[in-house]
Each structure stands twice: as C-alpha cells, then as structure tokens.
C-alpha cells in the first residue's frame, strides 16, 4: 500500500490498487513473487542469516560501496564500454527482408567481456569477498561451470588474500581446460565434481556440501542469481552496475533509452544485472535467451523458464527442468554456462509477469553466431553470450533503422576456442548442420 | 489424539528406555523390497523407521546416501512407488513410520500443504523435510496438522538457543538434533551432544533424537546418554550394500546390524 493511501486511513478506498513494483522485490523472505525463499538444511540457515545481516549493514554503508566502486575502476577496469558494432549491425541490416530500405536497429555491445578476467563474474566476487571478510571469514568456496565464476572468485581471494576451492564437473573442467588452469595459477584448489552429470549442478550440489560442514570459517561465493536467499539479491545487487552503466552511457551515446536489452540466461546473472535498472523503463524491451542446446526434447537443452515448471532446486523456489515427481532433469548446452536445469527465481517472477520475455537459441545457432561476432568485430565472444547475439542479430534486423539494441556481452571466449574448434570438425564430419559463415557485406 | 510417534516416546520414557531409528533409503539396495527390510529392523529393536524418498539432488547427504538414491532412481524408484508400497506393508508394521523427504520432492505432491495428506494416506506417522527451515515451514505445518501428521524439525550445532526453542515449539514429534555440522556419514569419532540435549530440555518436552555420524553400538549409547534416540543412516545404508554386493541376505543382514545397534541402548540400569 503507498504512504498516501496508508494516510487516508482504513476507511477511505484507494484510488486504484497499487501494484507491488517488480524493482521491489525481494521481500523479507526473500520472495519475487511466490519464487524464491530459502529452501536450506537447518546447517545452513545461520549461515544465511549471518550472510542477511552482514549484506543489510553493508548496504548502508557508504563505504563499503566506495571500496567496491574504487577497486572496480582500477582493478577490474570498469567502467566497461558499450560499443556501437557496426559491421554486426551491417550484416543484420543486410540479413533483413530484402527490398525494404534502412531497416535494421544500430546493435550495441556493452562489453563485460573487457572487464578482468574477461566476464561479467568479477563484479559479484569481489563484492561477494569483501562481505566475507566484513564476516571475519578466511576461506571461500565457489562453484562453476565455464569456469569464469571459478576464475573471477580464484582472483578476488588472490586479490585480499583469502584461501580458495572451486568445485567444477568434471565434464566442464574437461570443456574449459583452460580456466581450470587459470584458477590454479591464481592459487585456488579445483576440485573436480565425478557424481551425477559431472556438470554445474553437481559443483554446486558439492559446494554447498563442503559450506554445511564449513560455514563457520568459510563464505560461500555463489556465482548467480540463484539460491537461497539473500543471495539471488546480493549477485544481482553487485550485478546492476552493467545496467546502470548500460543507462548512462545510453542517454550519452544514444541520447536516449535503447529499444530493447538482450542478454544470455544460465542462472541468470548478467542478464538480471543489465535487465535490472531498467524494469521500470517499461519501453526498454527485455529479452532472455536460453540455451536451447541440440532441441526441445527433455534433456537436450537447458530452457528452465521456456520448457521447466515451478520447483525447488539448490534452496529455492523456481523454474526447474525436473520430471513429474521432482527429479532434476538432465540439462545440455554447447556451453558449460548455460548447461544448468535451474533459473534465478527473479526471473521467474519476471517472466509471469510479462516484463521480460524469455526465448532460446540452439546449440548450432550460437556457433554460428559466434563465429559471426569473430569475424564481423574482431571479437571472440563465449559460448554463452553466443546465445544472445544469435537472439539480438534476428530482433535487429527486423527493428527500424533508427532503433537501438543492446546485447550484454557477458564474456569473451578464449576459454571455448578448443571446445569450438572440436564442435565445428564434430558438425562437418557428421555431414555439416548448415553451419556457414555468413561473410557481411561490404 | 498424540500421534503414533508421540506415543513410542511417551512409553519409553515412562520405561526408562531409549529407541534407535534406522534411516533406510527407499528402493535399496535393489535386492530387498522395502517392506523387507523394515521388517528386518523391527525385528531388530528398532522403535521407528525413517525411510528416505530417493532425490536426486540431497545437498544435506553425503555420498553414501546420495549414491544409494541415484541407485534407486536409476532403477525407476518414484515417490508414487515408495508410497504403494508403505500403504501395502503399513498393516504388518507396528513401528513407527517416518519419510524423510525433500522438499522438492514434496512440491509435486499437490504443494507443500497438500503434501502431508498423501504421506498420511499412505501409512506415514511422521515427517522430516531436511531442507525446510524454520522460515519456510508455515505451509508444512498446516498441511500436516490439517492431515494429523507429526513433523519432526531439525535443530543444528550453529543453531542459537531462541531459534532452537522456536523450532522445538514448531516441531509437532521430535527435535532432529544434529550432533555435528557437514552432511550425513560416517566421520569416526562422535562429539559429546550431552550439553545441547539437556539444554533443549530446559525448552522442550519433545522428544530429542540425535543423528549425523552415528555408526557403532558405543556411539549410539554415548548419543542417548540424555537424549531420547539415536538415528542411523549411512552405517546402515553401507552395510547393507555391502551385503548385497557379497550375495548375503540383505534383511538379515538389516535386522543383525540393527540389533547390534541397539545393544547400545542398554546402558541405562537407572
């Protein structure tokens, strides 16, 4: 109820029935609607409340955020550019209905793939181990699946000296070798998950294992918006700067709000992160892209709000690819980011309200489109982000010349050249799946 | 009317003895039906039974757990089959009951609230849902009072003393009391628990069961030296693993180990 209303007293009927703002959320249980809430063995809950407490009085402390702010400039780089991809958007102006004159939005990339480490997952861990030492904590876990979360935490306990293990599937840590180098460089343990898919889920299942055993001593980094509450609220709060960034540099560039914002969905957290400041903008058109893998059979893809139903996965309340009687289902994705059967519950609230609207791409269209960024801008995206520029190429080519579209470029693609390369002789020996290199036009 | 839980409790402490829970996982081993083995650790001494829905995510087991439930889910073990088959043996049975369950497995079950109801209909007398706290345990509760179901809610050793009271208030059977942090298994040497249990008694009149890392006899004494029952899963679900792998009877197997167990629990003479 608004203040105003609350004024008038019990007596006076509203004007109309405010609605709870989707910017609102979470409430105090940690809720996005009926999504969310913290499904954890009582082992944890103190943990999660110590976690509630510490992130409330560092909220307000300006402080904090001044530290955080400081060490994203100069240590991470921030603030990442959005850049105007102009032979991207030639080529999907050139890719439009033929005959129709100047149609086509300008795309731009807002380039998370520039800050260090090359992803977006730096901004959560950083925030995420200053909270750990606000909580006297020395050690932090992480979970990952490309590796990128594994590698931005290694960095950050590096960074404020903290000791550090990272559980990675086996099957990622054979698919990205080289971030699992990468972390052992930086002085973290990786320690490769052999139970279940041997994927993301798995190292989670096994993260949060080791903090139920370790939480007095050890702070969890969880790497999306996923979860037990607070954290679908923290990563997304550390996350909003790719959004608010997003917005200025918009107004600046653009002189006004871009059409629409287009960003790959795993759990969810750079998407949640760009998508975030502009929920109330509702003209900025919001799109979520899925990993849509080999097709729409169960266990092919990893479409958790475009093929799941609502359930209970790694303690809360969500879309989850899951059987009839609540069996997580097996997930796939070319890329192991994406290849996870569960979703932040704030996207869930987000897509039955309508504000974002959620799609896939396969496997096959990520390729191509990731040899298309290589080739049209002269850089190598992640297979995750793949997705979404598969997405924003189409919804451009189709929008008017004078509009804007933004793709989040959520990380750069060193890590998925072997795994590429493998893909692409796999597809043209199997007889080739149509995978041409669009050259553009000029 | 106390439920069947309640009333196990109730006799034993007027009795002065102590009850031993064996944790049994649903569908395993693949050589023994459910119904069997319940049977078996009856026999044994065994004053209730927790039989474990197979999930295929248990973030709160450790591996012998968690690898007996991917066995069993392999093999095409539902929920809907672990409920048929406790509704066929629930008339033979006069021990008590127990799911322990998850509550994404629950979910499915018509919601967290409707969910009880169907756990009765089968033959149940109570619940444990490891992964609802506290905070999240309002629409459990109704639906299991609403269904005369008892929950049995879980308190940990970082559980501060006004959360403890509050759980023990919400809890409708026992108090679930972790002996130690980590997941379930076996970990060698047991903690005194003695502290935690009689301070939960100074809140309580709910029975207190101790479990996590219980595995021998000495262990299952020293965990009931105040505390009403002893709980124990993986020693059990290992051993009978062990025993179908050598081609040994599995239920024979069940009710020797249980009662060897329960020698445990006669250290009383008071």
């Known amino acids: 109820m608004s203040e105003s209303t609350a004024a008038r007293g019990p007596t006076a009927p509203p004007d109309k029935i405010e609605p709870v703002r989707l910017s609102d959320a979470p409430d105090e249980a940690g809720r996005y609607g009926v999504y969310g809430g913290a499904y ?157 898919t041997r994927t993301l889920k798995d190292a989670t299942n096994e993260a949060m294992r080791d ?200 990380g750069r693609g060193d890590k998925d050249v072997d795994e590429v390369v493998r893909l692409l002789s796999m597809n043209s020996t199997s007889g080739g799946t149509g995978i041409v290199m669009p050259r553009p036009t000029q | 009317m106390p439920g069947r839980i309640s009333t196990i409790f109730e006799n034993a402490r007027r009795e002065n003895r102590r009850c031993l829970m064996p944790f049994i996982c649903a569908g395993y081993p693949a050589q023994a039906s459910l119904a069997s083995i319940v049977k078996a650790v009856a026999r044994g001494g065994a004053s209730a039974v927790e039989i474990g829905f197979p999930y295929s995510d248990p973030v709160a087991d450790g591996p012998v757990i968690a690898s007996a439930m991917h066995d069993a889910i392999g093999r095409g073990v539902t929920p809907a089959s672990v409920l048929e088959q406790v509704k066929a043996m629930r008339g033979d049975i006069e021990i008590g009951l127990i799911a322990m369950v998850s509550a994404s497995i629950l979910h499915p079950m018509g919601g967290l609230s409707n969910a009880p109801a169907r756990l009765v209909e089968a033959g149940f007398d109570a619940l444990i849902v490891p992964d609802i706290p506290l905070e999240e345990s309002g629409p459990l509760l109704e639906g299991a009072a609403r269904a005369g179901v008892e929950v049995c809610m879980l308190v940990g050793p970082a559980t501060g003393r006004e959360r403890a009271t509050n759980i023990a208030k919400a809890t409708t059977g026992f108090v679930y009391l972790l002996a130690r942090a980590g997941v379930t298994g076996e970990q060698g040497r047991l903690d005194s628990v003695d502290l935690r249990v009689e301070q939960l008694k100074s809140v309580t009149q709910a029975p207190i069961a101790v479990g996590f890392g219980i595995a021998t006899p000495e262990q299952v004494r020293q965990a009931t030296a105040k505390a009403d029952a002893a709980i124990v899963g993986s020693a059990l679900v290992a051993h009978l693993s062990e025993a179908a792998r050598r081609g040994e009877d599995v239920p024979v197997a069940a009710e020797a180990l249980t009662r060897v167990l329960a020698g445990g629990l006669n250290h009383m003479g008071v």
């Open chain 1, 40 to 196: 954890v063995p009582e082992t944890l809950a103190p943990a999660l409340a110590q976690l509630r407490e510490a992130y409330t009085a560092a909220r307000a402390d300006r402080e904090f955020w001044d530290d955080l702010k400081s060490l994203l400039k100069t240590f991470v780089g921030r603030a990442t550019p959005l850049y105007l991809a102009q032979r991207l958007t030639q080529h999907a102006r050139g890719s439009g209905r033929a005959g129709k004159e100047a149609t086509g939005a300008s795309i731009w990339l807002k380039r998370e793939d520039m800050a260090h480490t090359g992803a977006h997952k730096i901004n959560n861990t950083l925030g995420q181990a200053m909270l750990a030492m606000r909580m006297g904590k020395k050690r932090v876990i992480a979970e990952t699946g490309a590796g990128q979360h594994g590698v931005a935490t290694a960095t950050a306990a590096a960074h404020f000296g903290l000791a550090c293990d990272v559980y990675m599937g086996a099957e990622d840590a054979r698919r990205q070798r080289l971030n699992v180098a990468r972390m052992r460089m930086l002085g973290a343990r990786v320690i490769e998950v052999e139970t279940g």
């Open chain 1, 211 to 410: 903090w139920m055993g370790s939480a007095d001593q050890t702070h969890y980094i969880l790497g999306s918006v996923v979860g037990p509450h607070p954290f679908p609220m923290i990563v997304r709060d550390f996350q909003s700067i790719i959004g608010r960034e997003t917005m200025a540099q918009s107004l600046r560039l653009m002189g006004r709000l871009p059409e629409c914002i287009v960003a790959c969905v795993g759990g969810g957290s750079n998407a949640a992160g760009i998508f975030f400041p502009f929920l109330e903008n509702i003209k900025v058109q919001l799109v979520g892209v899925e990993a849509g893998g080999r097709g729409p059979a169960m266990g092919e893809h990893a479409a958790s709000l475009t093929c799941g139903t609502p359930g209970i996965l790694h303690g809360s309340m969500s879309y989850v690819l899951q059987d009839e009687h609540g069996q997580t289902a097996p997930a796939h994705s070319c890329s192991a980011g994406l290849d996870y059967p569960g979703v932040g519950p704030e996207h869930s609230n987000w897509k039955d309200s309508g504000r974002v609207r959620y799609t896939t791409r396969t496997d096959d269209e990520a390729l191509d489109a990731f040899q298309l960024l290589c080739r049209t801008e002269g850089i190598i995206p992640a297979l995750e982000t793949s997705h979404a520029i598969a997405e924003g190429v189409q919804l451009a080519s189709a929008m008017p010349a004078e509009s804007n579209l933004v793709i989040c470029l959520s």
